[in-house]
């Protein structure tokens, strides 16, 4: 499965990305390890990187999770990553967690991304509701949350832990899967 718009493709992790993966998250480290700091801890080196992407493709066959790329389509180059995470099969319930290379933001890339990503998401992987989880300063993403038609819905006090060990009230967003609704 590959979903490709303009000269971007968003395909699931594979083993052939480990590389590719740990260049992006050294050159972003400083930018991901305040709300993705396990990804970096695990991405440093490219053995960890093997390691890492060797269990996420593992979660994904298993549909535990799902790790995709963001890659540019001239030169395959990761940009940015999609989480489909913290699944709760019963209530059919997804979190997405996104992040994007230094030299990308500012484009829309997330915005489309995510909004390629849902019906993948409701139809695919048969969830009913997604939810995003930002820190309130985080403009940006409270920005490709409402873009792409998730609602807030509440603070959510002592929810993520930051790379520096801070403990951060977030803010919930929902989106529900009209055709899952009745």
Not at 58 to 83: H, V
Request: charged content about 25%; overall charge neutral.
């Amino acid at each position: 499965m590959q979903i490709d718009f303009e000269n971007y493709c968003i395909s699931p992790i594979q083993e052939k990305d480990a590389w590719r993966l740990c260049d992006f998250v050294v050159s972003n480290s400083e930018r991901l390890k305040a709300y993705f700091p396990k990804t970096v801890q695990q991405n440093l080196t490219p053995t960890l990187a093997e390691l890492f992407v060797a269990k996420k493709v593992k979660e994904f066959m298993g549909q535990e999770e799902f790790l995709f790329t963001i890659k540019e389509n001239t030169n395959r180059t990761i940009i940015g990553l999609l989480y489909v995470k913290e699944l709760h099969k019963v209530k059919h319930q997804g979190e997405l967690a996104y992040c994007l290379g230094y030299q990308h933001e500012g484009k829309g890339i997330i915005t489309r991304s995510i909004k390629k990503l849902i019906p993948w998401c409701f139809n695919e992987a048969k969830l009913h509701t997604l939810q995003i989880i930002v820190h309130n300063s985080n403009l940006t993403s409270k920005k490709v949350a409402d873009n792409n038609g998730f609602v807030w819905k509440q603070t959510l006090p002592k929810e993520h832990t930051a790379g520096n060990g801070e403990i951060l009230d977030m803010e919930l967003y929902e989106l529900h899967n009209p055709k899952a609704e009745g």
